[in-house]
Each structure stands twice: as structure tokens, then as C-alpha cells.
């Protein structure tokens, strides 16, 4: 059974950084595609990034140049980091791993972690 946990979320003032982590157990996922996704209150879950086995990287246009997205397949652990947050960031941060190759779609991903609220405070 894969488990995914994520960590890191919290508050934080408009224009600081925060480093989300997704922990993966249970199996190896670094022949997965792994993704970050968020849902704020009243919004549907939205894709933000994902980072292909291959080292490829895709991401939401509004958060270009803004968040990285890395692994570290050894440690079968995927990150997020978040610089420059803006209360539009506000949200629950989702990670997931998929095989598909549509990646930026919900549908897609097999496996998802609980979740970690990040709130950006104006």
C-alpha cells in the first residue's frame, strides 16, 4: 500500500517562502511522474507542478519562477519549494504520483498524500 504524507505547510507573510515535503512509503516511486496540487475553499483541486522520473518539470503558469519542484529518489521524497507566496497560494497542498501521461489532469493520479494547509497572509 503506497502512502503519501506531506509536511511543511503553515502561515506565512505575502512574499516568503515556505518548503513543502511528500514523504512516500510502501513503494519505490522514482519510475513515477510526482505532482503537487492545491484546492482552496471553494475551488476545485488545480494543478500547480509535477516532475517527471526523467527529471522533467511542468508548471502552473502562475507559479513560474516562483516554486521548484525537486525529488530525491532515494529518499523516495518529493518537494515543493514556494517563494514569493501571495494570498492567492492560499490552500491545501495535495502531492500524488501517476503513471500517465496526462499529467496535469486529477484524473490521472493513482496515488494521493492528506494534504498540508498553506495560508499566505496579505
Known amino acids: 500500500q503506497v502512502q503519501l504524507v506531506e509536511s511543511g505547510g503553515g502561515l506565512v507573510q505575502a512574499g516568503g517562502s515556505l518548503r513543502l515535503t511528500c514523504a512516500a512509503s510502501g513503494r519505490t516511486l522514482s519510475s513515477y511522474t510526482m505532482g503537487w496540487f492545491r484546492q482552496a475553499p471553494g475551488k476545485e483541486r488545480e494543478f500547480v507542478a509535477c516532475?517527471?522520473?526523467?527529471?522533467?518539470?511542468y508548471y502552473k503558469d502562475s507559479v513560474k519562477g516562483r516554486f521548484t519542484i525537486s525529488r530525491d529518489n532515494n529518499r523516495n521524497t518529493l518537494y515543493l519549494q514556494m517563494d514569493s507566496l501571495k494570498s492567492d497560494d492560499t490552500a491545501v497542498y495535495y502531492c500524488?504520483?501517476?503513471?500517465?501521461?496526462?499529467?496535469?489532469?486529477?484524473?490521472?493520479?493513482?496515488?494521493w498524500g492528506q494534504g498540508t494547509q498553506v495560508t499566505v497572509s496579505s
Open positions: 500524488a504520483g501517476t503513471m500517465s501521461i496526462a499529467v496535469s489532469s486529477t484524473t490521472s493520479y493513482r496515488y
Open positions: 516532475i517527471r522520473s526523467s527529471g522533467a518539470t
